[in-house]
């Protein structure tokens, strides 16, 4: 997107067709609405970015097919050059001609053609220069068939056009559409504008429209049509008197018949351009952020980021990207349909009988958004924004707007400053760049639209029936996904995922859709990067899943699951154990698709704004997190309303769920979570969370093995314990015994921690943990494990709430299992035993009584 600059936004409106209620597509599902489709369709038009263009910016749809374009604007248009008293030069005649053929070569290029050319869509800058509005309208409404009105002026439209007629799908005299008009169609409309800059005056305003289409159509049979044009309207001697240059310009551009007139390509490189074309360079397209071509930005951050923004003499607006300033209208409180209203385009009571035609508004959003802003007094209100709930920084303009810069800076510095990257998005993702920084956070780095084009997605493969079959199900609530242009797109990066991991399948439950939904609504205009993120994330999170027969990566995961749970909510745990409602039975769906199956795409944006930043293991927090929302209601009910409460999930708080995956995270020792399965470890500088693994990306699997490291178990052998074991190294870094024998401590002061021996007297004498406490297991258990003597009865009920770690000889998981059962959170079992211990000599033995 260019920056605003000069430019204001400006708005257009207009009706698609409406479709019957009662018909059905050959799918069995109801048709698309019209609106969907230009939708879809414009989306693309968004990527266009050319000097000579207008850039789009954004569509929105309204009640009763209605839809709203907002795009670049500019006051001045060729209208103020049609008056005797403005006639321009020859010189700015050409000037102009050359302007709109390198905007028209341009749209030919990315395959559009105007077709809506006219005096009015022609628009000046404040330079001079020439910018073409709406240039995607033939385009988005598929070339006018989506639409009761015609695409262009009868008076600019080139005969070839005129002569096919109007044409509407649901037209029963036509049997067929005709065919889409081409880059020359727009050669002649530019020569008839040419014409009037020249003559001074309109053409064929003041005749019957019909007369009008007949008089184009008969000069067919003209020789020289610039001259009885000249006749008709009485302005013959001017153009005689126009330079020859100019006259054979016109008579090209005026050329009755399409297959000898040239093309904007052709016209372009005509020696009438000799003089004029040595003063334009060669437009250059920006590169993009992810490619093989080198980069360089000017980058500039302020040692204390906070400072950022600071001074209040800069225009920052005018400096931003089109699109950034529209965003930060609408959070300034923007309405289109309210802009239209005032100006009386869209009217609430509309005569019942009107031509079909589109009205044109521009609403000039650069002084609104500047006089919108909040005018901050103080440093410290943004940095009081920061603590903000989410779904209000996101709303706040100024904070917004900051961040937007911030972002932008950082990412154009990536993969340099990926660590920023990371560490910024730990207090927020601002959702305009939220695409490209989750990309960011995946480590997405090389020339993934390279990559992407050599993926075979045409060839027909045999899972193509079940994408077909699911797509029309995956989030078809979104505007944007459920559109004709939104089902292609997501087809041709499930496939291109599907044919380039050979060894995985495409699982049932629409598990592959549903992971690629967010990354294609972010990336709708970018399937290689949607592509390239869902390729980096199913590995992390879901490594395995969809091997052909994954059965033991699934149990493996759900019995980790199923511990996380007794660890932070032995209460529920025991509850939902004892009804038989076990994470089979719920929890598959869930992290299959990661909670896209749960929830909707606005609240997984927020979730996963979070879940990116941790690592495989952070899913089964946000598991755990839901399950305390619905608490009450899973405690008071048995195994038939579980069933049911699940069918259906209440609403559920997203804002608190990642408040509370956070906490659950941070008390969850690393190695509890450990799975054989998971992602094999990473080579540290394969990505950006190897650098920088603080906090809560790195994984436990990435960790140097070493003999304190936690052992592999067996499934089965993993399913008789009810809590989670720790490594030795976990232990000894959660005592601080390697640093300096105290305790870690929370924020009450007590340590987070406490160590139980369980072994006899006798053997902890020789030899324990410092600070832990002995409760010999002999004491507590009889010879058939049952309880002799309840834990809490040692002493150990005023350690409720820390990590509770038991130590043992021979790893009694009974211990453990009673102390869950009497619904003490937080406890795990030592992985190894006082064994793993014994080499590393930090064991210490009491003094002597003296």
Known sequence: MRSLKDAQLGAFTFFASALPHDVCGSNGLPLTPNSIKILGRFQILKTITHPRLCQYVDISRGKHERLIVVAEHYENCLSIFQKPENAPSAEKVLQIAYEVLEGLEFMNKNGLVHRALGPNNVLMDCKGNVKLAKFGLYHMTDHGADVDFPIGYPSYLAPEVIAQGSFHPSDPSRDEAPLPSGPKSDVWSLGILLFELCAGRRLLQNIDISERLKFIL??????DIVTVLAEEHGCLDTIKELPDSVLELLRKCL????????????LLQDPVFNSISCHYTPFQKPVSLFSSSLRCAHLVLPDDISDLCKDNDEDYLSERAIDEVYHLWCLAGGDLEKELTNQEIIQSKPPISTLPKYKTTYAQTQKTEQSSLPQSNSSNELSAAVTLPLIIRERDTEYQLIRIILFDRLLKAYPYKKTLVWKEARVDIPPLVRGLAWAGLLGIEGDIQAKYEGIDKDTPIPTDRQIEVDIPRCHQYDELLSSPQGHIKFRRVLKAWVVSHPDLVYWWWSCLDSLCAPFLYLNFNNEALAYACMSAFIPKYLYNFFLKDNSHVIQEYLTVFSQMIAFHDPELSNHLNEIGFIPDLYAIPWFLTMFTHVFPLHKIFHLWDTLLLGNSSFPFCIGVAILQQLRDR??????????????????????RCVRESISLFCWTPKSATYRQHAQPPKVAGDNGFAKTSTYYSSDYQDMPKTDLSREPLSLVDLKAEVSPRISAEDLIDLCELSLSGSSKRNKTGKPKIVAVDIRTAEDFN??????????????????ENEVVQCPAAGGLQSYRGRVIVVISHNMKSAFAAHLVKMSFPRVCNLDGGINKLKPTGLLTVPSPQI
């Not at 008969?218 to 020789?223: E, I, R």
């Not at 050329?255 to 904007?264: D, I, Q």
């Not at 020789?766 to 010879?783: A, D, E, K, L």
């Open 218 to 223: 008969t000069l067919g049979c003209m020789d």
């Open 255 to 266: 050329t009755f018949l399409p297959s000898k007139r040239p093309t904007p390509a052709e």
């Open 634 to 655: 899973l405690l008071a009910n048995g195994f038939n309303e579980c069933i049911l409460l699940f069918s259906d999930l209440p609403e559920i708080d997203i804002e």
């Open 766 to 783: 020789r030899g324990h943990i410092s600070g832990s406490i002995n409760i010999p297991f002999n004491t507590t258990f009889g010879p």
